[in-house]
């Protein structure tokens, strides 16, 4: 399942080491704005329906550790 994940993600930045750990996780979100970040991924996943040639359906995907 990462590894699926970890190819859709390398649209947006390269991840030449692979996924990144869940320290790094918590440290990345810890340091975010959490309204901002609602506002960032509401925009985000707006996005990609805008830019669906065949109007499919996308979920984002939870992914447990």
Same mark, same amino acid.
């Given at each position: 399942? &990462?590894?699926?994940?970890?190819? &859709? *993600? ?14 790094? *996780? ?5 340091? *975010? ?33």
């Amino acid at each position: 399942m &990462w590894r699926r994940a970890v190819d &859709w *993600l390398r649209q947006f930045y390269p991840y030449k080491y692979g996924r990144p750990s869940h320290d790094t *996780l918590v440290e990345f979100y810890s340091r *975010l704005n959490p309204k901002e970040f609602v506002k960032c991924l509401i925009a985000f996943t707006e996005s990609l329906a805008d830019h669906s040639v065949s109007h499919n359906q996308y979920a984002i995907m939870s992914m447990n550790t």
